[in-house]
């Protein structure tokens, strides 16, 4: 089994990082580690609020707490046993998560849920949402439990 792991920085990715460490699996069974960096939007000028802001630097910030959450992820499921890759992409979200998942050739695909109703889920949109509506193979959504 080929298990593409979303990730974010949340409470919920950690959810879902536990949740697939914690499962049982085969010795041919392995796990991608996703991260996606949102690109930022830039001004025409390169100035916010009247200040000049390093755009590669920012950039590779991104990048770099991106490398190290995935690589937390990796070594949490090495730990249980697995066998895992990891990726980082930029991107939307969304299209990045299902394009992943059909490259790489995902059996399923695991991301934790923000649990957001009403109008954030609305103005936000919802990635977990998109991926169970297009993915072309099962996914699973990983719920942080009510108190």
Excluded at 24 to 33: I, K, L, N, Q
Excluded at 66 to 78: C, F, I, K, W, Y
Excluded at 94 to 101: E, F, P
Aim: proline share 4%; hydrophobic share 45%; with cysteine.
């Amino acid at each position: 089994m080929r298990i593409l792991l979303a990730v974010d920085d949340s409470k919920f990715s950690e959810a879902a990082v536990r949740e697939v460490a914690e499962r049982g699996h085969t010795a041919d069974s392995e796990a991608r580690v996703l991260t996606v960096v949102e690109p930022m939007p830039v001004p025409a000028d390169g100035q916010v609020w009247g200040f000049a802001l390093d755009m590669n630097a920012i950039q590779e910030e991104q990048k770099k707490a991106a490398q190290e959450l995935v690589a937390g992820a990796a070594d949490t499921l090495r730990r249980a046993g697995w066998k895992v890759s990891t990726a980082v992409e930029t991107g939307d979200p969304k299209s990045s998560i299902l394009d992943q998942a059909k490259e790489w050739k995902a059996d399923l695909i695991v991301v934790g849920s923000h649990g957001r109703r009403g109008l954030d889920r609305f103005l936000l949109g919802s990635v977990s949402e998109a991926v169970a509506r297009h993915a072309r193979c099962s996914i699973e959504i990983v719920r942080i439990p009510s108190p």
